[in-house]
């Protein structure tokens, strides 16, 4: 903790990784693309999934456990998903170890415990859900099911980042069945919904609502809807998919059902998920040079209370005024330290407190307690003031409410800032090479012209907004004609 | 739901496997000794969860995520911890699927995408904790680390049935690093007494605290201290353990700190954890032959009203008073469900209730609206009785507090009834063949005796009891001396 951060203008990405691990949110670990996820950075994740799975609950959903392992043939049952994930599988082939005869202390795979079928490790639950929901359906009236799970899944991803993409990772994934496409459709869109209202809301980062274009979609969904975020080094982060899977694995496992006229048909699907990637979405929409810049809604500690002190005399003269404070704002739902740590002076404290976001710092001096006074610093403005105790609760209050807002419009502020509307090709590398963001564009909805843009500039099509003016144009690579602009950036 | 569940006395397991499927508690999956949670089994899961991870938080522990997968060198660190779980390990071999040359449409394993090093799949994690651990420590000062997971686990089982003994399964591991060999063995004494707190009171079961015998220890650890529980068919349950690992791990993983005096010490270790096995404790415990009986403290509604009409007309008069109830209970932090399906009939809803183990059910008809009372079924007596709506709501608390007491009652009375102190071998096997239970015996001590037993009998040492007279004896097998009773058991 005693060097400096790596600035965003130095090196953004360097940035991102000593942040990740200075402020106690992850560290990699002895897997290869495997984090572990620290007791700050889980704490984070707790809250986010709790505010979720009252969301997910309110909208009737129920969680449920399946298995961590899908055993090949039912994985492969679904070609289209199969295919999307058959090259980033872990695959588990035996279930025993034994000692090595020739390494005297050292195990080795026991080569008789070889699994008749391999078991894969899920890299998303479709497979083994869809399997199991075909005894769970018979008729209309065990529809439809709504169903989500909290749990690790595994992608054997090359190349890895803390959060953003791992080999491991937490997640929920919502996986549901009904008696009609609409009904479906519905439930997609819906779920998308309440994912742009979680992240804009708690999170504090405003998001685009759109379609994935066919070559980005879930490798089996009929259509996927997203969020969309800009981070603040103008790339594109995807913060969460919503998939209507028609009869896709519905046909696959055979999953039928009487309906309302007695006869048999497929159901419809869909699912949706979001991860702990959105712990880096979190991360980089906000913070700055100094660390971590949390939104009140999320913050482990949304005020930390620090002492100084020369004496112990006045340390328990602080302590009283502090308690006091503490139980006031308790009462209030704020979840508040008291940081009294003798192994630590004050400006470790700051440091530590400003490096992972604290968003209210109150320090309390003996000055102070003759003022009837405490000094409040603002990480989100890196702003102090000194105030008086009478009152001092809803003071807090209308802040935490203020910086959660003013997080969210200032992301807002730079996000519309980074949405560039070009016409020609020229001026869609431009951007690309000098401001970067969301260019809204043209596309001749082709996946030719979609790869070539994405060959020529590693952009791609984030969405296919879902709101928004809707005018017709002419492709900006190929001139075609265009039925309506699309979102391309840079992504995570 | 329609056929009955088999009796306890007719076949206690089946009735126990009919049960958890019939109360839609979990059922099989397609991946050999592994279950599928259902949505009414994990909403009891999820309820066991929140208490006991406020009761980690409360004792001040934090939770965080480890890797699914541990490299097969860092699992073979601590030798007899390896040895311990390396026959019932599920092993990740390789990372890549591919199209299958000689099976269209099929996959199969990318021999080229073989593992440079295994990972085995998770039994338990002090393995990749203690390498983490390594860089969380320095000083005294970063001490005690007090670390809680919630995770899922596997251990490649051979005889697997639902909750009890499952491949994959759901649990919490709590593991911590303390500076002294006492205070890591207070906190291992204090972990087994939250357990023992939380199932005692939410779960209503009475446990016996004890220590393990060192055959029956965990691997890898010095001590291991447990909760005990007796099953209505006379066997018993390991609740939860909690375990003193000395300076095991902190050796085999080098995790040394700077002592107060400046010297390098090892640091000491415990590791705790309980499991979705509850589940099956909880279950085994409290139900009857008419289906599952939940403790109030855990049950995912604590009361349901069914409404009893004829006419439309009826069901609205019906639902306005409902509405009343409902809302006066929830105001109360009960959790109550209005059950106006139209889809079954009031019997067959209260077929399924009584099979789900709702504590209470009120039935509302339409005489009861003349009268201003409604029915309410107890599911643990299966009594019935006609109240007042005047004053329900102080009843149905009442209600629920009794049934909570009750329940922990009736099983401490079987189970205190079910402790028989014997001083022969003769004895010992005669119980065992027909009261079952826990036998209170003398023991010489040795592993021994305690293995010919465990042979001749089926009968293990649950635990040697923290509690009770300690008075000395002699072995009821060898007749050697013995410094205090034991307790056998057959057990799951």
Same mark, same amino acid.
């Given at each position: 903790m005693s060097k400096k951060l790596t600035s965003r203008a130095e090196?953004?990405?360097?940035? #991102?990784?000593?942040?990740?691990?200075?402020?106690?949110? %992850?560290?990699?670990?002895?897997?290869?693309?495997?984090?572990?996820?620290?007791?700050?950075?889980?704490?984070?994740?707790?809250?986010?999934? %709790?505010?979720?799975?009252?969301?997910?609950?309110?909208?009737?959903?129920?969680?449920?456990?399946?298995?961590?392992?899908?055993?090949?043939?039912?994985?492969?049952?679904?070609?289209?998903?199969?295919?999307?994930? %058959?090259?980033?599988?872990?695959?588990?082939?035996?279930?025993?170890?034994?000692?090595?005869?020739?390494?005297?202390?050292?195990?080795?795979?026991?080569?008789?415990?070889?699994?008749?079928?391999?078991?894969?490790?899920?890299?998303?639950?479709?497979?083994?859900?869809?399997?199991?929901?075909?005894?769970?359906?018979?008729?209309?009236?065990?529809?439809?099911?709504? /169903?989500?799970?909290?749990?690790?899944?595994?992608?054997?991803?090359?190349?890895?980042?803390? *959060?953003?993409?791992?080999?491991?990772? @937490?997640?929920?994934?919502?996986?549901?069945?009904?008696e009609t496409k609409q009904e479906a459709i519905t439930e997609a869109e819906l779920m998308n919904n309440v994912y742009a209202t979680f992240v804009e809301k708690f999170m504090a980062i405003p998001v685009i609502q759109g379609l994935k274009t066919e070559s980005e979609r879930f490798a089996g969904a009929d259509e996927t809807y997203c969020i969309e975020a800009l981070m603040q080094d103008g790339k594109a982060l995807q913060a969460g998919t919503s998939h209507f899977l028609g009869q896709n694995f519905a046909k696959a496992f055979d999953v039928k059902f009487a309906n309302k006229e007695g006869k048999q048909d497929y159901v419809w699907a869909t699912s949706w998920g979001v991860?702990?990637?959105?712990?880096?979405?979190?991360?980089?929409?906000?913070?700055?040079?100094?660390?971590?810049?949390?939104?009140?809604?999320?913050?482990?500690?949304?005020?930390? /209370?620090?002492?100084? #002190?020369?004496?112990?005399?006045? @340390?328990?003269? /602080?302590?009283?005024?502090?308690?006091?404070?503490?139980?006031?704002?308790?009462?209030?739902? /704020?979840?508040?330290? #008291?940081?009294?740590?003798?192994?630590?002076?004050?400006?470790?404290?700051? %440091?530590?407190?400003?490096l992972q976001g604290v968003p209210l710092r109150i320090a309390i001096g003996t000055r102070d307690l003759a003022n009837g006074t405490v000094e409040i610093a603002r990480r989100d403005t890196l702003t102090k003031e000194v105030v008086a105790i009478d009152?001092?609760?809803?003071?807090?209050?209308?802040?935490?409410?203020?910086?959660?807002?003013?997080? *969210?419009?200032?992301a807002l502020d730079f996000r519309n800032g980074h949405i560039t509307e070009v016409d020609t090709f020229d001026e869609f590398k431009t951007v690309l090479e000098t401001k970067t963001g969301f260019i809204s564009a043209h596309w001749d909805g082709t996946n030719e012209t979609e790869d070539k843009i994405k060959e020529l500039t590693k952009a791609t099509i984030r969405c296919i907004p879902l709101e928004g003016e809707v005018k017709e144009g002419v492709c900006v690579y190929t001139g075609n004609p265009s039925k309506r602009r699309v979102l391309f950036a840079k992504a995570y």
């Open positions: 090196d953004y990405s360097k940035w #991102y990784n000593e942040l990740v691990v200075k402020a106690d949110l %992850a560290e990699n670990s002895a897997v290869r693309g495997c984090m572990v996820i620290k007791p700050y950075g889980y704490a984070i994740w707790e809250k986010m999934q %709790a505010e979720l799975d009252k969301m997910f609950k309110e909208t009737g959903h129920q969680n449920a456990y399946f298995p961590l392992f899908v055993p090949k043939s039912l994985f492969e049952a679904e070609e289209k998903n199969a295919e999307g994930f %058959a090259k980033e599988c872990a695959i588990v082939t035996h279930y025993r170890l034994q000692n090595d005869p020739d390494k005297p202390g050292k195990l080795r795979v026991d080569p008789e415990a070889k699994l008749e079928e391999e078991l894969i490790v899920r890299p998303t639950s479709e497979a083994i859900i869809w399997n199991t929901f075909r005894g769970w359906v018979q008729s209309y009236r065990d529809l439809p099911l709504l /169903i989500n799970q909290w749990a690790n899944v595994v992608r054997w991803e090359m190349r890895t980042r803390l *959060f953003l993409r791992t080999a491991e990772f @937490l997640w929920q994934e919502g996986h549901t069945a009904h991860s702990t990637r959105l712990m880096g979405a979190l991360i980089m929409t906000h913070s700055d040079d100094h660390g971590l810049v949390l939104p009140p809604s999320l913050a482990p500690n949304q005020v930390v /209370i620090v002492p100084i #002190y020369k004496s112990e005399e006045d @340390l328990n003269a /602080i302590t009283e005024v502090a308690n006091g404070i503490l139980s006031d704002l308790r009462g209030k739902n /704020i979840t508040v330290k #008291y940081d009294n740590r003798t192994t630590r002076r004050p400006g470790a404290k700051f %440091a530590q407190h400003e009152g001092l609760n809803d003071k807090i209050e209308g802040l935490l409410a203020e910086i959660q807002e003013s997080l *969210f419009n200032k």
